[in-house]
């Protein structure tokens, strides 16, 4: 099986948004959606959405990704490839039921979908910049496995990791916030539902420039 893993990759809009959120949110779950495209032998991890910072109801499940594919319409082999999740118990470090539940029941294209978890304490790590963590440290990443639960780990990096790795820890020293999709529709027209595609506004709009993507 070790033979047929695929590699994930994460962009670093995707990385700083999914930390981003994780940061703010630092005392309940977070839940999102991850989009990309993949291969036999990678997976790419362009953008992330999130959704939520509690346990996601089915309705919101089903309007959220709707709404995910809508946005990434013709954006070519654009597609949901996945789902990620911030523990809300600082320690955690795989995904709990609710995460590899809802994995189940997402539908892909082609393989199964990718299960990303951030690591808190590392991410915690990095910001501090105490034990020169990275930001490919602050992930893990998970495939089904034959008891077809998302515990098979899967090879991770992260692209441009110095830069990504400064970058995120200049944005959560700024205290940036990263709402997700159950803010947006709290606060209405007022606020923007932020995420990684959306970066000629929000949070992100001064940071991309810095990690050198359009």
Same mark, same amino acid.
């Given at each position: 099986?070790?033979?047929?893993?695929?590699?994930?990759?994460?962009?670093?809009? #995707?990385? /700083?948004?999914?930390? /981003?959120? !994780?940061?703010?949110?630092?005392? #309940?779950?977070?839940?999102?959606?991850?989009?990309?495209?993949?291969? =036999? !032998?990678?997976?790419?991890?362009?953008?992330?959405?999130?959704?939520?910072?509690?346990?996601?109801?089915?309705?919101?499940? =089903?309007?959220?990704?709707?709404?995910? $594919?809508?946005?990434?319409?013709?954006?070519?082999?654009?597609?949901?490839?996945?789902?990620?999740?911030?523990?809300?118990?600082?320690? =955690?470090?795989?995904?709990?039921?609710?995460?590899?539940?809802?994995? #189940?029941?997402?539908?892909?294209?082609?393989?199964?979908?990718?299960?990303?978890?951030?690591?808190?304490?590392?991410?915690?790590?990095?910001?501090?910049? !105490?034990?020169?963590?990275?930001?490919?440290?602050?992930? $893990? #990443?998970?495939?089904?496995?034959?008891?077809?639960?998302?515990?098979?780990?899967?090879?991770?990096?992260?692209?441009?990791?110095?830069?990504?790795?400064?970058?995120?820890?200049?944005?959560?020293?700024?205290?940036?916030?990263?709402?997700?999709?159950?803010?947006?529709? /709290?606060?209405?027209?007022?606020?923007?539902?932020?995420? !990684?595609?959306?970066?000629?506004?929000?949070?992100?709009?001064?940071?991309?420039?810095?990690?050198?993507?359009?």
């Amino acid at each position: 099986m070790a033979d047929t893993k695929p590699r994930i990759t994460i962009s670093p809009q #995707a990385f /700083l948004t999914i930390s /981003l959120h !994780s940061a703010f949110y630092s005392n #309940a779950v977070g839940h999102g959606v991850l989009v990309g495209t993949k291969s =036999d !032998s990678e997976v790419m991890v362009e953008h992330a959405f999130p959704i939520c910072h509690e346990v996601p109801t089915k309705p919101l499940l =089903d309007t959220a990704m709707a709404l995910v $594919k809508s946005e990434i319409t013709g954006e070519g082999d654009t597609a949901i490839i996945g789902w990620f999740t911030s523990p809300e118990i600082l320690s =955690d470090t795989k995904a709990d039921a609710v995460s590899m539940r809802i994995c #189940a029941n997402i539908s892909t294209d082609s393989a199964d979908p990718v299960l990303l978890v951030l690591q808190s304490e590392k991410l915690g790590e990095l910001a501090s910049s !105490s034990k020169g963590t990275t930001s490919s440290e602050c992930f $893990k #990443a998970f495939g089904r496995d034959f008891g077809k639960q998302w515990l098979e780990p899967l090879p991770l990096i992260v692209l441009q990791e110095t830069i990504t790795t400064e970058v995120t820890r200049e944005a959560i020293r700024k205290g940036v916030v990263m709402y997700d999709l159950t803010d947006h529709w /709290l606060h209405g027209s007022s606020s923007l539902w932020q995420h !990684s595609v959306n970066t000629s506004s929000g949070p992100l709009r001064d940071f991309i420039p810095k990690l050198n993507v359009s």
